[in-house]
């Protein structure tokens, strides 16, 4: 799913519940957010063949700030 699609659902969840929702709603968004990056993160570091290098671990961060 998409960053606009997860936005898209959580307006949806937002619009059906109630104000006093809102925290609990926003909480698991931020933690399903948090999940995926590290997610992402794991993927990139298990397909390295090597030790991570400064330099190649700087190349994976610039390419995790564009995802």
Not at 32 to 44: L, Q
Not at 59 to 65: K, P, Q
């Amino acid at each position: 799913m998409t960053p606009q699609e997860r936005a898209n659902a959580l307006v949806e969840k937002l619009d059906d519940s109630t104000l006093g929702e809102w925290p609990d709603l926003m909480e698991a968004a931020i933690r399903d957010a948090e999940n995926d990056i590290i997610a992402r993160v794991s993927e990139k570091l298990e397909r390295q063949p090597d030790p991570l290098s400064p330099a190649s671990a700087a190349a994976i961060a610039r390419e995790l700030m564009h995802i």
